[in-house]
């Protein structure tokens, strides 16, 4: 009991009449975690690729590469490797490119998605859990050869990096709302896994630094995310930007998130 409430039980105590009692104090439970949303999770993952690469319905083999060094690197089936992570365990998967079992997940753009907000994780989270079983028996197991690996821990290979996220990244509880704000975010959980971690291209890549965005109109660089057609018409160089532009932007930026992209990109 605080020194000034004992004072005036002593007061009350002295005029003969009984003290009234304290009070309690009201219990205020601790507010739980709030669960994901699956349907904007499933907005996010289309967003930022998670079933491209895992392919639609996480039953993987979306992405699915062979390299000239006897390297395979397979998109896995989402809907059997979640039993293996707690809702903890995927945050730090996403986040921190921390496995269940402590293997690299190579090919997996942690650098990007190290940049998700809490509620984005927790809706992708909730769209992960949410996905009905898939069976895909034909899928083919990564493996990565001895030299690979080699490269991957040495910090030589072309790839070595994008597996990890930076130190002492710290994202946000949600994303923005200011638009600024807002696009800066969009780009680096949407563009850096093929436009560089700094949006400035990797070296020797045929994928541009994000400052021919400026090149777009407002309404050309709305068209080239809802329909793949750049500036002066057509398709990207490769085909890929217009791919990935209808298959994961058309069906997820809203206009407002679209011109927010477009305002962060003039202004870098």
Known sequence: M?????????LLAACGKPPAPEPKPAVVADDPVPKGDPVEGARVARRVGCDGCHSEGGKGGGFDIKTAEGDRVVAPNLTQRRHGYDDAGIAAL????????GHRPFGMPIKMLQHLSDREVRDVTAWLRALPAAGNPGLAE????PATMKQLLDGTHPYAN??????GNMPPAAPPTEPLALGRHLAYTTCTECHGWDLNGFPGDDAPSLVVAKAYTPEKFARLMRTGEISTGGKSKTGFMSEIATYRFAPTLTDAEIAALKQYLDSR
């Open 142 to 145: 990564s493996a990565i050869t």
């Open 162 to 167: 994008d597996d990890r996220p930076d130190p």
């Open 2 to 10: 605080r020194r000034s409430g004992l004072i005036v039980l002593i």
């Open 94 to 101: 996403l986040r921190e490119g921390r496995t269940h079992d």
